[in-house]
T-cell receptor, first 115, second 110 residues
Protein backbone atom coordinates (compact mmCIF):
# COMPACT_ATOMS: atom_id res chain seq x y z
CA UNK A 1 0.00 0.00 0.00
CA UNK A 2 1.42 3.37 -0.97
CA UNK A 3 1.94 5.83 1.83
CA UNK A 4 0.78 9.42 2.09
CA UNK A 5 2.13 11.38 -0.86
CA UNK A 6 2.76 15.11 -0.72
CA UNK A 7 3.73 17.30 -3.63
CA UNK A 8 5.80 19.24 -4.24
CA UNK A 9 8.58 18.25 -1.85
CA UNK A 10 10.18 21.70 -1.89
CA UNK A 11 8.82 25.08 -2.84
CA UNK A 12 10.28 28.58 -2.92
CA UNK A 13 7.96 31.57 -3.12
CA UNK A 14 8.18 35.28 -2.52
CA UNK A 15 6.14 37.39 -0.15
CA UNK A 16 2.66 38.18 -1.39
CA UNK A 17 2.39 35.15 -3.64
CA UNK A 18 0.05 32.27 -3.06
CA UNK A 19 0.79 28.56 -2.93
CA UNK A 20 -1.12 25.30 -3.24
CA UNK A 21 0.11 22.10 -1.66
CA UNK A 22 -1.25 18.68 -2.51
CA UNK A 23 -1.75 15.53 -0.48
CA UNK A 24 -2.83 12.06 -1.54
CA UNK A 25 -3.83 9.92 1.45
CA UNK A 26 -3.35 6.22 1.85
CA UNK A 27 -5.93 4.33 -0.17
CA UNK A 28 -9.05 3.84 1.92
CA UNK A 29 -8.25 6.65 4.33
CA UNK A 30 -10.99 9.24 4.42
CA UNK A 31 -9.61 11.68 6.97
CA UNK A 32 -6.87 14.12 6.03
CA UNK A 33 -5.20 16.54 8.45
CA UNK A 34 -2.68 19.28 7.81
CA UNK A 35 0.02 20.47 10.18
CA UNK A 36 2.66 23.17 10.08
CA UNK A 37 6.03 22.38 11.61
CA UNK A 38 8.43 25.13 12.59
CA UNK A 39 11.50 24.92 14.83
CA UNK A 40 10.49 25.30 18.45
CA UNK A 41 6.75 25.23 17.72
CA UNK A 42 6.37 21.59 16.93
CA UNK A 43 3.40 20.51 14.88
CA UNK A 44 0.69 23.14 14.73
CA UNK A 45 -2.72 21.86 13.65
CA UNK A 46 -4.18 23.60 10.61
CA UNK A 47 -7.33 21.69 9.72
CA UNK A 48 -8.87 18.26 9.28
CA UNK A 49 -11.16 17.03 6.53
CA UNK A 50 -13.41 14.02 6.31
CA UNK A 51 -15.62 13.21 3.33
CA UNK A 52 -14.97 16.62 1.76
CA UNK A 53 -16.04 18.45 4.93
CA UNK A 54 -13.80 20.43 7.24
CA UNK A 55 -14.42 19.03 10.71
CA UNK A 56 -11.81 20.91 12.71
CA UNK A 57 -9.73 24.00 12.29
CA UNK A 58 -6.73 25.27 14.19
CA UNK A 59 -5.83 28.84 15.09
CA UNK A 60 -4.48 30.03 11.77
CA UNK A 61 -5.54 33.13 9.83
CA UNK A 62 -7.97 32.93 6.95
CA UNK A 63 -5.07 33.07 4.49
CA UNK A 64 -4.75 29.34 5.16
CA UNK A 65 -7.46 27.29 3.56
CA UNK A 66 -7.98 23.77 2.39
CA UNK A 67 -10.31 21.41 0.67
CA UNK A 68 -10.84 17.72 0.13
CA UNK A 69 -12.02 16.04 -3.02
CA UNK A 70 -14.33 13.09 -3.45
CA UNK A 71 -11.37 10.75 -3.83
CA UNK A 72 -10.09 11.97 -0.42
CA UNK A 73 -7.16 13.85 -1.95
CA UNK A 74 -6.65 17.18 -0.28
CA UNK A 75 -5.09 20.53 -1.07
CA UNK A 76 -4.16 23.42 1.15
CA UNK A 77 -3.72 26.95 -0.05
CA UNK A 78 -1.88 29.84 1.52
CA UNK A 79 -2.54 33.26 0.06
CA UNK A 80 -0.55 36.47 0.46
CA UNK A 81 2.49 34.62 1.74
CA UNK A 82 4.49 36.07 4.62
CA UNK A 83 8.06 35.31 5.65
CA UNK A 84 6.72 33.59 8.76
CA UNK A 85 4.89 31.04 6.63
CA UNK A 86 8.19 29.35 5.87
CA UNK A 87 7.81 25.90 7.38
CA UNK A 88 7.42 22.22 6.73
CA UNK A 89 3.79 21.45 5.93
CA UNK A 90 2.77 17.94 6.80
CA UNK A 91 -0.27 16.06 5.68
CA UNK A 92 -1.56 13.02 7.53
CA UNK A 93 -4.33 10.56 6.85
CA UNK A 94 -6.26 8.05 8.88
CA UNK A 95 -9.22 5.78 8.42
CA UNK A 96 -11.31 7.86 10.81
CA UNK A 97 -10.09 9.49 14.01
CA UNK A 98 -13.34 8.62 15.73
CA UNK A 99 -12.62 4.94 15.41
CA UNK A 100 -10.30 2.81 17.44
CA UNK A 101 -7.52 3.30 14.94
CA UNK A 102 -6.74 6.90 15.65
CA UNK A 103 -3.13 6.96 14.62
CA UNK A 104 -2.16 9.26 11.81
CA UNK A 105 0.05 8.32 8.89
CA UNK A 106 2.17 11.23 7.74
CA UNK A 107 3.65 12.16 4.42
CA UNK A 108 7.22 13.47 4.14
CA UNK A 109 5.98 17.03 3.92
CA UNK A 110 6.39 20.04 1.67
CA UNK A 111 9.18 22.40 2.71
CA UNK A 112 8.01 25.91 1.89
CA UNK A 113 10.47 28.79 1.87
CA UNK A 114 9.14 32.32 1.54
CA UNK A 115 11.72 34.90 0.48
CA UNK B 1 -2.63 27.89 22.69
CA UNK B 2 -0.40 24.98 23.53
CA UNK B 3 -2.71 22.28 24.83
CA UNK B 4 0.10 19.74 24.71
CA UNK B 5 3.49 20.64 26.12
CA UNK B 6 6.86 19.00 25.98
CA UNK B 7 9.02 21.14 28.21
CA UNK B 8 12.33 19.50 27.39
CA UNK B 9 13.51 20.41 23.89
CA UNK B 10 16.35 17.93 24.07
CA UNK B 11 17.55 14.88 25.96
CA UNK B 12 20.84 13.03 25.76
CA UNK B 13 21.37 9.52 27.16
CA UNK B 14 23.97 6.82 26.96
CA UNK B 15 23.32 3.70 24.92
CA UNK B 16 21.80 0.96 27.06
CA UNK B 17 20.35 3.35 29.61
CA UNK B 18 16.73 4.42 29.99
CA UNK B 19 15.30 7.41 28.10
CA UNK B 20 12.32 9.16 29.68
CA UNK B 21 10.42 11.70 27.64
CA UNK B 22 7.71 13.74 29.30
CA UNK B 23 4.54 15.42 28.13
CA UNK B 24 1.85 17.49 29.83
CA UNK B 25 -1.58 18.43 28.57
CA UNK B 26 -4.22 20.90 29.66
CA UNK B 27 -7.42 19.74 27.98
CA UNK B 28 -9.23 17.15 30.11
CA UNK B 29 -11.29 16.14 27.07
CA UNK B 30 -8.33 14.38 25.49
CA UNK B 31 -9.01 10.66 25.58
CA UNK B 32 -6.29 9.17 23.42
CA UNK B 33 -2.58 9.81 23.58
CA UNK B 34 0.16 8.92 21.15
CA UNK B 35 3.88 9.21 20.64
CA UNK B 36 5.42 9.79 17.24
CA UNK B 37 9.02 9.62 16.18
CA UNK B 38 10.49 11.81 13.47
CA UNK B 39 13.73 11.53 11.57
CA UNK B 40 15.06 14.46 9.50
CA UNK B 41 13.44 14.88 6.07
CA UNK B 42 10.72 12.38 6.93
CA UNK B 43 7.22 12.67 8.30
CA UNK B 44 6.50 11.54 11.87
CA UNK B 45 5.79 7.85 12.33
CA UNK B 46 3.53 6.36 14.95
CA UNK B 47 5.32 4.73 17.85
CA UNK B 48 2.90 3.83 20.63
CA UNK B 49 -0.45 4.96 22.01
CA UNK B 50 -2.58 4.74 25.11
CA UNK B 51 -6.26 5.18 25.76
CA UNK B 52 -7.42 7.26 28.71
CA UNK B 53 -8.93 4.15 30.31
CA UNK B 54 -5.45 2.72 30.81
CA UNK B 55 -2.43 3.93 32.74
CA UNK B 56 0.25 1.90 30.98
CA UNK B 57 0.91 0.41 27.58
CA UNK B 58 3.99 -1.52 26.61
CA UNK B 59 5.42 -2.47 23.23
CA UNK B 60 8.86 -4.02 23.29
CA UNK B 61 11.38 -1.48 24.50
CA UNK B 62 8.75 1.29 24.58
CA UNK B 63 6.34 1.93 27.44
CA UNK B 64 3.93 4.82 27.78
CA UNK B 65 2.56 5.84 31.16
CA UNK B 66 -0.50 8.01 31.65
CA UNK B 67 -1.35 9.91 34.84
CA UNK B 68 -4.74 11.45 34.19
CA UNK B 69 -5.00 13.26 37.49
CA UNK B 70 -1.74 15.06 36.76
CA UNK B 71 -2.51 15.36 33.02
CA UNK B 72 0.89 13.90 32.35
CA UNK B 73 2.26 11.15 30.19
CA UNK B 74 5.71 9.80 29.64
CA UNK B 75 7.52 7.55 27.22
CA UNK B 76 10.16 5.18 28.52
CA UNK B 77 12.67 3.60 26.17
CA UNK B 78 14.79 0.86 27.64
CA UNK B 79 17.41 0.01 26.69
CA UNK B 80 18.09 3.04 24.52
CA UNK B 81 19.85 2.46 21.21
CA UNK B 82 21.65 4.91 18.88
CA UNK B 83 18.93 4.30 16.27
CA UNK B 84 16.42 5.80 18.69
CA UNK B 85 18.00 9.21 18.13
CA UNK B 86 15.19 11.31 16.66
CA UNK B 87 12.63 13.94 17.59
CA UNK B 88 9.76 12.54 19.62
CA UNK B 89 6.35 14.19 19.52
CA UNK B 90 3.66 13.66 22.08
CA UNK B 91 0.07 13.93 20.77
CA UNK B 92 -3.37 14.02 22.35
CA UNK B 93 -6.67 13.51 20.65
CA UNK B 94 -10.35 14.28 21.24
CA UNK B 95 -13.26 14.62 18.81
CA UNK B 96 -11.31 14.21 15.57
CA UNK B 97 -8.80 16.81 16.74
CA UNK B 98 -5.21 15.72 17.38
CA UNK B 99 -2.77 18.17 18.94
CA UNK B 100 0.96 17.80 19.18
CA UNK B 101 3.66 19.02 21.49
CA UNK B 102 6.74 20.87 20.31
CA UNK B 103 8.87 17.74 20.35
CA UNK B 104 11.91 16.50 22.26
CA UNK B 105 15.11 15.72 20.41
CA UNK B 106 16.58 12.52 21.83
CA UNK B 107 20.24 11.75 21.27
CA UNK B 108 21.49 8.32 22.27
CA UNK B 109 25.28 8.23 22.49
CA UNK B 110 27.17 5.01 21.76
Amino acid sequence: KAGVTQTPRYLIKTRGQQVTLSCSPISGHRSVSWYQQTPGQGLQFLFEYFSETQRNKGNFPGRFSGRQFSNSRSEMNVSTLELGDSALYLCASSTDPQGLNEKLFFGSGTQLSVL
Amino acid sequence: DQQVKQNSPSLSVQEGRISILNCDYTNSMFDYFLWYKKYPAEGPTFLISISSIKDKNEDGRFTVFLNKSAKHLSLHIVPSQPGDSAVYFCAASANNDMRFGAGTRLTVKP
